[in-house]
């Protein structure tokens, strides 16, 4: 093999059998019958020294062409900056290579980091507690539903019409489990946001245990949130908000308008889009749902000599202690993504954030108009909204996502990958990091040639 | 003074990111979103300078035991040395910056890495396909269960409610049936710490669905009888779930899929050395015997025989849906790509031998100080039990572990499996050296030895962390769950 | 345990870089190297596993004080905060790949990024040209003043064999001289600190080749009769030569060439934020007026104006020749220029500002309690005297600053400038909050109080390092200068 | 400003003038005649952004595609591999952001390093001691020369003709400040090694201080370097090696055949090419001229309670605090490189080192002969050779150089550089890098158009 990172000299594995009084390291496998060893070396590729590793990958590498286009993609993931603090310190090899914080006497770097996450999420969200991070958004609000169906007592899930396509389908696949009711709320064809009627009469039934709404929503519009929050209030039915942590340096805190549960996916706040992952979930809740979350939590505590300590808290929810009846079934989250989050933050500050929301929102509207100046091009919702905005051609055999990528520009997703009716609409997704020069050009790309 | 939280250094106007003006007309952002929109308080981020964070993150970071500064034998959880190519490769910027939704026709290189992962993970397991979507064992273990489940439908037996686990499984197996609405029946281990083979058969009816179990199982033991399990479970109409957080003894020796398992998970982040990260990210593909594959989530990476290019296919009418966003945690595969190519055939069989090697040499060598509740030769791990100690000088394992502490050792998994008291499960892995070993060795000798001479010094351990021994019945008791500013509390 | 050196981790046979196998015809290096020529033993490098190296190395570092730990005010050194953008940039394939031989129409880039840089450094220093060729503060002294040795020589002034440096020099400097093969001429301070006028002009003369200074000088203050010097000296015929090693005073605010001096040194790793390494790398560029120009050495890079191309001349006939292989510390010139565009005008400027703010912030609150030996406005340092405190409770200065690591905090530079007795030189730099010098400040009072009432507590400190102090008169005595293998020492 | 890294915040420094008892900063300043302040904002181009930073150093390092062809130059610095923990491990902050270790208490990780640098430099060249390292290999030479002059009390110092071209600039720049004589011995045209008749001449006058040696040397031939250093050390002169550090896993150490000091450079050590630095320069020497050493030296001690540490040492030979009698007037070296260097060496062990150098010795001559087969070119010198050769083409209107680049591959420097009679004779390197298929390649570009 070309690699084996393991220590061991002939001498050292000779000295060790010795010890075991044993020949060879056959017989430390005598448990296991004969019939069910392989007895043949595995069937893979030949084993790879590092410079021939390196090349290799560099090779895959560079053929993802992908990677290097100007990015207009949206739809969950986005191409924005990452400060050059959080690759480097979340990269710090105790960080990277520590495991969940069991012992917290030698896992207080990676404690009181989580504990500042919980402390900012909390924050941005306008809730009371989040935990220590779920997988994804996705994940997150199938969980958030979960959650809210035991603390309400009621079965069916209602979800915005709204919500990331994916996130549903991760919904519907976690609520099949528990046989759990899905109800979709329609989205309005004009506003591109949630059908407020069809929304009373889905609540109306009086079985809801929750409402789930993504804000800014999957099209990127604007849900009006605080009124379908208190329509869904009043119908006794809780409130999950599933929000783009930037939008949230600009909108409203859904803790403030009343959302129950604040999910959401980090990967805007400072994290590699890496081909959809990892990235990770926030989950924040108020105070007195703590004991039904799901997932980690970091507490403070004191020592011995009274020091403030901070350790993992409240595990009776968890699956080691609990078992069949915890929360959820979680272990390992995403605790490193979680933490560049929070170096992420930390370097951006309120008024980072609030500029970054700012930079997303005008640059998004500078190109929307522009582009519905352009003949034959629409913006097919009315709806306010932030950064992303869903974009229709209505030019014969013109293909709008085939000449932004001929002049190196990538938009989308197609909305037909999900709603077929909606073939060949597009979503442009505009962050800080696009230029103007970047936008005219992609204007450019979809001008009438003369 | 230990480091305080990163508000300590906030004041207010301090700091911040700045980024470029807008290069574009701006108007009013009241003009763009309804009022009620509009956030009325700013969070209360930290306001701090970039040398303060930098400062404050290494130091944390010091504060941390990890694989890179020492032995971390933290049984179930394979601390194994993470490679610095993996990370290297990972961050490649035609990896990182990928969006998910960019044309199959310009990810070939990141389709084909996923490609070859799955057949690699496959052959490993004796598997015929499966998904890189789940990002940790646990959510593998509940796809695997929707997967079983979507089986039994498909096949008209929507009505076994039942899943079969043994006493010793990690705690994620019956939640994970639990969450996939399954009844969780728990099976005895036997004397030899195998499942029991009565209890079982008491147990396997019309409305089992499956038997999850881990082999070698947590007590770092190969189940012998695996065989006649699976027979069992196979002729009441169940399905075996692997649970592969001890696959690292068997890489190359024995394939989950031989022993009869029709669904196996891996640990991505255990087995195939990327790094834990803390907590995560993780990863835990699935992998499914050829009956299981159309229920496999969208969208699995295929490959054009004609063209030979690659592509997701998300056209699987019987899939289970979808068990997250996008694809997986892709970073993470590479790693694990990368780990699995570095290695070859040879090298993942030498792991495993090495693995079992390093355990069972510690083992031999703690035997007659701590109780070993099952005398065999054990695999990757083992579990020993400080009862004997207890009953004598009143030092309990946790005392124990804190005690490690001090030596700059991590302590193994304590208190479990439930079914060994005063367990302590111990994971040495591969990449440690004999030396390594012998010290750790040495020191479990020693607390050993303290435990009867000087019990408060381990009682009272550890020494010299950053913190002492922490109060975690008080944080639980009265939570304090996030900061809040002075005055606020 | 601190830990050992990584030799302790070797064993025969373990770990090693391996390599592909070769891919081209081998033919044994016997038929390709004459036999004397070929090694007969190898070198005893360690053999250890990349668990064991990554480890090793890991907790060497966390062995470290560095301004990414903690407040570092090293007289003189200008320890500020290194921004972590510019590892970014510096790491980025287009530079760290490219070979120094590439061609200059693939490098352009590259050879931009110097001409801008070179621009920037001599409209800061009121210079009309520079050389990027200097590896470090030193290596640009050398530099310079083999530049003023060619400047005389070619005009006819070659007898001109001294140079002059007040003594409050930088040891540096009359190294430098030396080494340059000039004969060294010290001048006294006058008792506000600066150059004494009348011991100045009674060393004027003919065979005066240059002045050498640091302005603000060692002792943190700005030589209010630096004109006159000026005047002085290129009345003799002498050039002014400024050390830059402490502008990080004066950036925007005032200029070495509008003082008068001829030729100027900056220390990009002091006043340019490029990180120290330890000891290493940082880069010495070197400016001249106009007159000295000519003599710079080869390469310079040079902007084609009709075509707008960038190039490396090196048809520089009057050049004091090469001062190392190719065109200097490159990447460090990328992290120093990233600094510079980071900042831009307004930006320098209030680093000095802050600068000097923060120097006098702390001067004035230790005043009273450590002697202050010039009682003025300081520039970006200022020089403090334990004498007082030696004189009443016998600690000294290095006490004092062995005392400091107790608390995190690494010592000022010591026993420098060698005019002030007992001398603790402080340059906080503009980089450190408030609340950071806050805490010296009361650190500082804490230890003069200590030295009062619990002597012994600070004159065997440090108590809290990885090492207690060291003994460096037995490692002078019996210089022990490497590992040997045990029964080899 | 669009950056400051300055953490005061202006309450923070109206607090600080207070303290002062000052308005402005401005008073700060008083010191500086007014006449001498600037009063003018400085002449620069406009603060950037981190985005903007970021996105003007991509743009400028894209303006190098010599970074990305395929590289066989050679001359110095060549495109070694280095293994993945060399930059994650010298990247860390409290090794690249700490200085000189001044106070070894708190500097033991940079201390121990170096240590281990002197033993690995002192192994490899077969020497005592080592130094804690120079700026480069040209620099380190012309101090080696210094060194010999003051230990051999002679004037003259002699430097063989294969010796790089830059390195006996630097040295002539040198030496000139101190107006030692410097003479070069030729290279015998055809072996392409110094011609040996020629030294003895030169030796012959009894005044020589020092011969320096470049092994293997600039034209990449082996130098008889043991048979030059019997006829140095015959003439009571000292023997100085040059070394290229990678070729010490295969050649004999010199301090085995005679060389008194032995440096070099390291950039072959782990190290990026980078334009051309930061490498770094080792220096070596028998034991007793460890007080004539240039440069910091690590030694080790004990503390007060016994525990072994290690300092700075043998300082008394620094400029810091013999001033104008120091032995060099270097202060900052080049750490960070020789401790990158340091992880690199033990990272490759004994048999990576000699494998390395043997992929390099392979690969080379199965390059030289293929070249050699082509119509019209030869290798112009006959020496036995390492990892780097000469080639001439004769063919007319052919530019090789040329040829190769159109082709992708960077081949050079051209000699004529530094020898105008030699112009169009090229140097070839080759690392363990460069694939048979690159070489083939190569020699594509250059064989004859059918």
Same mark, same amino acid.
């Given at each position: 093999?070309?690699?084996?990172?393991?220590?061991?000299?002939?001498?050292?594995?000779?000295?060790?059998?010795?010890?075991?009084?044993?020949?060879?390291?056959?017989?430390?496998?005598?448990?296991?019958?004969?019939?069910?060893?392989?007895?043949?070396?595995?069937?893979?590729?030949?084993?790879?020294?590092?410079?021939?590793?390196?090349?290799?990958?560099?090779?895959?590498?560079?053929?993802?062409?992908?990677?290097?286009?100007?990015?207009?993609?949206?739809?969950?993931?986005?191409?924005?900056?990452?400060?050059?603090?959080?690759?480097?310190?979340?990269?710090?090899?105790?960080?990277?290579?520590?495991?969940?914080?069991?012992?917290?006497?030698?896992?207080?770097?990676?404690?009181?980091?989580?504990?500042?996450?919980?402390?900012?999420?909390?924050?941005?969200?306008?809730?009371?507690?989040?935990?220590?991070?779920?997988?994804?958004?996705?994940?997150?609000?199938?969980?958030?539903?979960?959650?809210?169906?035991?603390?309400?007592?009621?079965?069916?899930?209602?979800?915005?019409?709204?919500?990331?396509?994916?996130?549903?389908?991760?919904?519907?696949?976690?609520?099949?489990?528990?046989?759990?009711?899905?109800?979709?709320?329609?989205?309005?064809?004009?506003?591109?946001?949630?059908?407020? /009627?069809?929304?009373?009469? &889905?609540?109306? !039934?009086?079985? %809801?245990?929750?409402? #789930?709404?993504?804000? =800014?929503?999957? *099209? +990127?519009?604007?849900?009006?949130?605080?009124?379908?929050?208190?329509?869904?209030?009043? /119908?006794?039915?809780?409130? &999950?908000?599933? !929000?783009?942590? %930037?939008?949230?340096? #600009?909108?409203?805190? =859904?803790?403030? *308008? +009343?959302?129950?549960?604040?999910?959401?996916?980090?990967?805007?706040?400072?994290?590699?889009?890496?081909?959809?992952?990892?990235?990770?979930?926030?989950?924040?809740?108020?105070?007195?749902?703590?004991?039904?979350?799901?997932g980690r939590i970091v507490g403070r505590t004191v020592d011995r000599r009274g020091?403030?300590?901070?350790?993992?808290?409240?595990?009776?929810?968890?699956?080691?202690?609990?078992?069949?009846?915890?929360?959820?079934?979680?272990?390992?989250?995403?605790?490193?993504?979680?933490?560049?989050?929070?170096?992420?933050?930390?370097?951006?500050?309120?008024?980072?954030?609030?500029?970054?929301?700012?930079?997303?929102?005008?640059?998004?509207?500078?190109?929307?108009?522009?582009?519905?100046?352009?003949?034959?091009?629409?913006?097919?919702?009315?709806?306010?909204?932030?950064?992303?905005?869903?974009?229709?051609?209505?030019?014969?055999?013109?293909?709008?996502?085939?000449?932004?990528?001929?002049?190196?520009?990538?938009?989308?997703?197609?909305?037909?990958?999900?709603?077929?009716?909606?073939?060949?609409?597009?979503?442009?997704?505009?962050?800080?990091?696009?230029?103007?020069?970047?936008?005219?050009?992609?204007?450019?790309?979809?001008?009438?040639?003369? | 003074?230990?480091?305080?939280?990163?508000?300590?250094?906030?004041?207010?106007?301090?700091?911040?990111?700045?980024?470029?003006?807008?290069?574009?007309?701006?108007?009013?952002?009241?003009?763009?979103?309804?009022?009620?929109?509009?956030?009325?308080?700013?969070?209360?981020?930290?306001?701090?300078?970039?040398?303060?964070?930098?400062?404050?993150?290494?130091?944390?970071?010091?504060?941390?035991?990890a694989v890179d500064t020492g032995f971390y034998p933290l049984g179930s959880c394979?601390?194994?040395?993470?490679?610095?190519?993996?990370?290297?490769?990972?961050?490649?910027?035609?990896?990182?910056?990928?969006?998910?939704?960019?044309?199959?026709?310009?990810?070939?290189?990141?389709?084909?890495?996923?490609?070859?992962?799955?057949?690699?993970?496959?052959?490993?397991?004796?598997?015929?396909?499966?998904?890189?979507?789940?990002?940790?064992?646990?959510?593998?273990?509940?796809?695997?269960?929707?997967?079983?489940?979507?089986?039994?439908?498909?096949?008209?037996?929507?009505?076994?409610?039942?899943?079969?686990?043994?006493?010793?499984?990690?705690?994620?197996?019956?939640?994970?049936?639990?969450?996939?609405?399954?009844?969780?029946?728990?099976?005895?281990?036997?004397?030899?710490?195998?499942?029991?083979?009565?209890?079982?058969?008491?147990?396997?009816?019309?409305?089992?669905?499956?038997?999850?179990?881990?082999?070698?199982?947590?007590?770092?033991?190969?189940?012998?009888?695996?065989?006649?399990?699976?027979?069992?479970?196979?002729?009441?109409?169940?399905?075996?779930?692997?649970?592969?957080?001890?696959?690292?003894?068997?890489?190359?020796?024995?394939?989950?899929?031989?022993?009869?398992?029709?669904?196996?998970?891996?640990?991505?982040?255990?087995?195939?050395?990327?790094?834990?990260?803390?907590?995560?990210?993780?990863?835990?593909?699935?992998?499914?015997?050829?009956?299981?594959?159309?229920?496999?989530?969208?969208?699995?990476?295929?490959?054009?025989?004609?063209?030979?290019?690659?592509?997701?296919?998300?056209?699987?009418?019987?899939?289970?849906?979808?068990?997250?966003?996008?694809?997986?945690?892709?970073?993470?595969?590479?790693?694990?790509?990368?780990?699995?190519?570095?290695?070859?055939?040879?090298?993942?069989?030498?792991?495993?031998?090495?693995?079992?090697?390093?355990?069972?040499?510690?083992?031999?060598?703690?035997?007659?100080?701590?109780?070993?509740?099952?005398?065999?030769?054990?695999?990757?791990?083992?579990?020993?039990?400080?009862?004997?100690?207890?009953?004598?000088?009143?030092?309990?394992?946790?005392?124990?572990?804190?005690?490690?502490?001090?030596?700059?050792?991590?302590?193994?998994?304590?208190?479990?499996?439930?079914?060994?008291?005063?367990?302590?499960?111990?994971?040495?892995?591969?990449?440690?050296?004999?030396?390594?070993?012998?010290?750790?060795?040495?020191?479990?000798?020693?607390?050993?030895?303290?435990?009867?001479?000087?019990?408060?010094?381990?009682?009272?351990?550890?020494?010299?962390?950053?913190?002492?021994?922490?109060?975690?019945?008080?944080?639980?008791?009265?939570?304090?769950?996030?900061?809040?500013?002075?005055?606020?509390?």
């Open positions: 093999m070309a690699i084996d990172y393991i220590p061991h000299t002939d001498e050292d594995r000779e000295a060790m059998l010795a010890a075991l009084g044993i020949a060879s390291v056959d017989e430390l496998f005598r448990d296991i019958p004969p019939e069910l060893r392989l007895g043949r070396p595995l069937d893979l590729p030949p084993a790879l020294t590092e410079p021939e590793l390196v090349a290799h990958l560099e090779a895959l590498a560079a053929a993802n062409p992908g990677a290097t286009k100007v990015c207009f993609l949206g739809g969950g993931v986005y191409d924005h900056f990452i400060p050059s603090v959080v690759p480097y310190l979340a990269g710090r090899g105790e960080f990277a290579t520590a495991y969940t914080p069991y012992q917290p006497e030698v896992s207080q770097g990676t404690l009181r980091a989580i504990f500042e996450f919980q402390t900012m999420i909390a924050e941005l969200t306008g809730l009371d507690v989040a935990n220590a991070s779920m997988y994804d958004g996705a994940t997150a609000l199938a969980e958030a539903a979960f959650m809210a169906v035991n603390i309400a007592r009621r079965e069916r899930i209602v979800v915005l019409g709204g919500v990331h396509p994916e996130a549903r389908q991760v919904l519907q696949t976690y609520a099949a489990g528990q046989a759990l009711p899905v109800t979709v709320v329609p989205v309005d064809p004009e506003q591109g946001t949630t059908d407020l /009627a069809a929304l009373d009469r &889905v609540l109306a !039934a009086g079985d %809801v245990a929750c409402v #789930l709404i993504q804000q =800014p929503n999957f *099209y +990127g519009c604007l849900e009006p949130a605080p009124e379908i929050a208190r329509r869904a209030k009043g /119908a006794g039915a809780m409130v &999950v908000v599933s !929000a783009d942590p %930037v939008s949230l340096g #600009l909108l409203e805190a =859904p803790g403030r *308008y +009343g959302a129950d549960i604040v999910v959401g996916d980090g990967q805007s706040l400072g994290l590699p889009m890496a081909y959809g992952g990892p990235h990770f979930g926030f989950f924040a809740c108020r105070a007195e749902y703590v004991r039904r979350l799901p020091r403030e300590g901070y350790v993992l808290t409240l595990q009776t929810r968890e699956q080691h202690i609990r078992r069949d009846r915890a929360t959820s079934n979680i272990c390992t989250n995403h605790s490193l993504m979680a933490l560049a989050a929070t170096i992420h933050l930390a370097a951006l500050g309120p008024r980072g954030l609030r500029q970054l929301a700012e930079l997303c929102l005008h640059k998004a509207h500078y190109l929307a108009e522009r582009i519905e100046a352009l003949p034959g091009f629409r913006r097919v919702f009315r709806a306010p909204f932030f950064k992303e905005f869903v974009v229709a051609c209505q030019r014969p055999g013109f293909d709008p996502a085939a000449a932004a990528l001929d002049a190196g520009y990538l938009v989308g997703p197609d909305l037909g990958r999900w709603e077929p009716a909606r073939r060949g609409q597009l979503l442009v997704a505009v962050t800080e990091r696009r230029t103007r020069a970047e936008m005219d050009g992609l204007v450019a790309a979809w001008g009438v040639r003369a | 003074e230990p480091e305080p939280l990163i508000f300590a250094y906030s004041r207010p106007g301090r700091g911040g990111m700045r980024w470029p003006a807008p290069d574009v007309p701006v108007r009013p952002v009241e003009e763009r979103v309804p009022a009620e929109l509009l956030r009325r308080d700013p969070p209360r981020l930290p306001e701090v300078a970039e040398v303060d964070l930098v400062r404050h993150y290494t130091r944390l970071s010091q504060m941390n035991h394979t601390m194994k040395y993470n490679p610095k190519v993996a990370e290297r490769v990972a961050a490649l910027p035609g990896f990182a910056d990928l969006h998910p939704y960019v044309p199959d026709e310009l990810a070939q290189g990141a389709l084909r890495l996923m490609y070859e992962l799955e057949r690699a993970l496959c052959e490993i397991g004796g598997m015929a396909r499966a998904t890189l979507q789940p990002a940790a064992g646990a959510h593998g273990e509940l796809t695997g269960i929707l997967l079983i489940r979507a089986y039994h439908r498909a096949r008209g037996q929507g009505h076994r409610h039942k899943v079969i686990v043994p006493d010793s499984a990690h705690g994620t197996n019956p939640a994970t049936a639990a969450m996939a609405g399954y009844q969780v029946v728990e099976v005895p281990s036997d004397a030899r710490g195998g499942v029991d083979l009565r209890a079982l058969e008491a147990v396997l009816d019309d409305d089992v669905a499956a038997l999850m179990l881990t082999n070698p199982n947590t007590l770092g033991l190969f189940d012998e009888n695996i065989h006649r399990i699976a027979e069992l479970v196979h002729e009441a109409g169940g399905l075996l779930y692997y649970d592969g957080a001890n696959a690292n003894a068997i890489l190359g020796i024995s394939r989950p899929g031989d022993m009869g398992f029709d669904v196996v998970h891996f640990n991505l982040h255990k087995t195939f050395a990327t790094p834990h990260g803390g907590g995560g990210p993780g990863s835990g593909p699935v992998g499914v015997k050829e009956e299981l594959v159309p229920f496999l989530p969208a969208p699995l990476v295929e490959r054009d025989p004609a063209t030979g290019r690659f592509y997701l296919d998300h056209d699987r009418p019987q899939a289970i849906g979808r068990m997250r966003s996008f694809y997986g945690n892709f970073a993470v595969l590479v790693r694990a790509y990368a780990y699995i190519r570095a290695l070859g055939a040879e090298g993942l069989r030498r792991v495993s031998e090495d693995a079992v090697l390093n355990a069972n040499y510690v083992m031999r060598q703690l035997a007659g100080l701590y109780r070993l509740p099952y005398d065999r030769t054990c695999m990757h791990e083992f579990v020993l039990s400080a009862s004997n100690l207890r009953e004598r000088t009143g030092i309990r394992a946790l005392d124990v572990a804190k005690r490690l502490l001090d030596f700059g050792i991590h302590p193994p998994t304590i208190y479990f499996p439930l079914i060994v008291e005063e367990a302590l499960m111990i994971e040495p892995t591969e990449t440690e050296s004999k030396e390594t070993l012998d010290r750790f060795v040495a020191v479990m000798r020693r607390i050993a030895r303290e435990a009867e001479e000087e019990p408060e010094v381990v009682r009272q351990a550890p020494h010299t962390t950053p913190v002492g021994r922490l109060d975690e019945a008080l944080a639980a008791r009265r939570p304090v769950l996030r900061w809040r500013p002075e005055g606020e509390d």
